[in-house]
């Protein structure tokens, strides 16, 4: 079983039960520990009560660290702060052999076993490169790694990276770049030369508004295959990251103008899961 878990208040709610759905679809035997972090979210998910799915109240979740760093930062920035402990909290209190941080804003167009198939059975953290796209680098400010998909073993190993990172963002995340430093991602940078047992992805099938007009992405029945235009090296897509897209008023969701889109990408990816949003 893959273990999951994830972050967002009410304003990413429908991302979070999009994701989750998307899961289901792809992914015959997992599950997510959703952090609600209001009130309303919190209801929400109790309410549906999804087979797959264990919802934590703040209550449960917040501890003496956490509060302590919480009114110095924004809501954004506290998220951020949060996301390693997450995966500490799901490690320490439901006996799991691993968990997986997710982003709220993924969609998964096929299973993430894919993925951790590259790991070595010696290797215990799974980190995934932005692959920016050269006009869009970012990763000198930003972050080379993205913090959209990150795996921990329960190990020694695994456990000395996770509590590392969690010391790191309590101490600092913030939403600047700051003597190499930027919220939790640019930690991740030295991960790999740090510590041991951290495998960096080489699949390419993690694909997002930064990278995409390197890929060309076509249909193949239920499949998504994408087509690096260098290499002409064709991937499995496992996810895209709809990181760009926000409510632009209560009926209105659309992507925003930061990056360059194709038609065939507007078509394949955007198009959907907007209708799958708002369906939702």
Known sequence: MLIFCTLFDSRYLSRGIAM????????????????????????????????KMTVISLSDFEDDNLLRVKQRRSRNEYCWTCSSSTVLYVLDHYNADHCIYIDADLFFYNSPQILLDEMEDNESVLITPHNYTKKYDQGSKTGIYCVQFVYFKNDIQ????????????LDWCYDRFENGRFGDQKYLDDWPIRFKGVHVLKHLGTVAPWNMQQYEIEQNGKQFIGTELVSQKKFEVVFYHYHSLAFVT???????PYYERTDSSIHLLYNPYIKTIKKI
């Open 20 to 51: 989750y759905e998307s899961l289901c679809n792809h992914c015959q035997n997992f599950h997510l520990y959703v952090f609600a972090f209001n009130e309303l979210c919190l209801n929400t998910l109790q309410s549906l009560n999804f087979d």
């Open 158 to 169: 695994g456990r000395k990276v996770l509590n590392w990172w969690r010391s790191a963002c």
């Open 250 to 256: 209560k009926s209105f969701f659309s992507p925003r």
